[in-house]
């Protein structure tokens, strides 16, 4: 199982990310992973860099694969999608994992258009992933319907495609993704909800197809400091994905996340000092099949944890404990 860190664009600036992947490879993470965020989450973060400029200089810096979470078809027309992959693969070929979703309001809103609901989401991503993954494999493309392609090419590609995974919260979209996706991201949940995204997937024709996972973790040397940052930081992750995926701005959120308590974040985020549970609670993906986990520090101490996971967890998680 790889270790991959992950750069969240929503808390930190691009400066400062891009030396924590250097960090984060020197310190012996296998991979970084990228948001795609055109709004913070909340007031408490106030950032949201360009990804894909990010991710150009990041990869220049490092020699470790990197991978985004992007969703086309709203604020990214799939053809601009479909250029950016092949023009970060065609720059660092055989590093590059782009993952398609549907999307969330908190970033497609800035477009003005009408915020569809998740069937007509989903049925949008599958014909947008069709758009990229022909305009990748060197067509010219034309579509009407549910996205307008009008004689489409990439005359800049590289040369082998990146593999297409899908991003899917629930075991329905984990299903309907597998036809098109080379593998799945998902985030980290309860154990059988995992599982049930899992089984779907597979069912769905993803037998045999990757599995990668973003964790979201709190760690500090002080419990209640853990505790904290991961209520001050990432308390939205309390909300269902139903009510995350609609709301529009930062202020929205804090509004909903108001009286959420610490004890309401786990399992959404493993929260405590202790580095040997967190070591303990990354092994378990990988019984479930996970083959890369992308961890995100949701505290502000990014070079820290960076390094208390190299010299602590690492080495365990290699050992097999």
């Known amino acids: 199982m790889e270790i991959g860190y992950h750069a969240s664009h929503e808390q930190f600036p691009p400066s400062r990310l891009a030396a924590a992947a250097v960090a984060a490879e020197a310190a012996g993470f296998d991979a ?29 810096r490092t020699r470790l694969p990197f991978g985004v979470v992007t969703a086309p078809g709203d604020r990214y027309h799939p053809a ?19 993952a398609l979703g549907s999307g969330q309001a908190l970033n497609e809103h800035v477009t003005g258009t009408v915020w569809p609901r998740k069937p007509e989401r989903n049925a949008r991503l599958h014909a947008c992933a069709d758009v990229v993954r022909r ?18 090419r990439l005359y800049t590609r590289p040369k082998n495609p990146p593999p297409l995974f899908a991003a899917a919260l629930s075991p329905a979209t984990a299903r309907e993704v597998a036809a098109w996706a080379d593998g799945l991201i998902t985030v980290n949940a309860p154990a059988d909800r995992l599982r049930a995204i899992i089984d779907a997937f597979r069912e769905g024709g993803g037998e045999g197809k990757p599995l990668h996972l973003q964790v979201h973790l709190s760690w500090d040397t002080d419990e209640d400091t853990a505790r904290e940052q991961a209520l001050r930081q990432w308390r939205f992750v309390a909300l ?16 909903a996340c108001a009286h959420v308590p610490a004890d309401a974040l786990e399992p959404g985020v493993h929260i405590g000092a202790d580095l040997d549970r967190h070591a303990a609670v990354l092994a378990s993906y990988a019984e479930l099949g996970f083959s890369r986990l992308y961890l995100h520090q949701v505290g ?7 390094d208390a996971i190299g010299e602590k967890v690492l080495p365990q998680l290699r050992a097999g404990v």
């Open 300 to 306: 502000p101490d990014q070079e820290r944890f960076i």
């Open 80 to 98: 601009i999608t479909a250029q950016a992959i092949a023009t970060v693969e065609e720059l660092f070929p055989g590093r590059f994992t782009p």
């Open 32 to 60: 970084v992973l990228s948001s795609d965020h055109f709004a913070p989450w909340s007031t408490d973060q106030d950032e949201s860099g360009y990804a894909w400029t990010w991710l150009g200089a990041a990869m220049a």
């Open 135 to 152: 305009l990748l494999d060197g067509e010219t493309v034309d579509r009407d319907d549910p996205v307008t392609v009008r004689a489409a």
């Open 240 to 255: 269902p994905a139903e009510l995350n995926q609609e709301l529009e701005l930062p202020e929205q959120f804090d509004a």
